[in-house]
């Protein structure tokens, strides 16, 4: 364990099976639909390469960027749209896959916004949830993890743009940001 990290929420074992039960759900759910995974950059990227390989169908797979917190580990209730997907997606069925929800304001945006797009269905995968934080009604329909109110780094989430590429959930020692 690296100093900035307090304790080890989830570790790298807990999180490779969740992810293959995960995966193992949705590939049951969407037999015979259009799958279209959409992936939102940076902090959803490992769990989404990691689920998409679990997913025993075809899938196609896209990525939207919007604006998150920078540098800081409070929301700031905007939501930008930094990269938009490359395709129409009116005869699909969209996967988002998020990093974690928190306040829910991002994700609730997402889902107007690409609702507005016609598609034929969509739901919301995340690999943690924060519950405790939420403001906007969002529905969730795969968690992998409920987690407490501390900010947590590792397995493609971030501060300030470090410990992505931890291989576990961790929460970030007060030091590290104070
Ligand atoms: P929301 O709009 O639900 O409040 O925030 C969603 C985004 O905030 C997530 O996609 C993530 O990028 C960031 N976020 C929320 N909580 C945490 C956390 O505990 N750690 C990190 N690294 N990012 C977080």
Known sequence: MIKEVERILISEQELQDRVKEMGRQITEDYKGKNLL?????????IF????VMEIKLPLTMDFMAVSSYGASTKSSGVVRILKDLDQQVADKDILIIEDIVDTGLTLHYL?????????????????????????????????????PDEFVVGYGLDYAQKFRNLPYIGILSKEAYS
């Open 111 to 147: 889902i107007e916004n690409l609702q507005s797009r016609k598609p034929r269905s969509i739901k919301v995968c995340c690999c943690l949830d924060k519950p405790s934080r939420r403001k906007a009604d969002v529905q969730v329909d795969y968690i992998g993890f409920e987690v």
């Open 48 to 51: 989404a390469s990691d689920l």
């Open 37 to 45: 995974v959409v992936s939102i950059l940076k902090g959803a990227v």
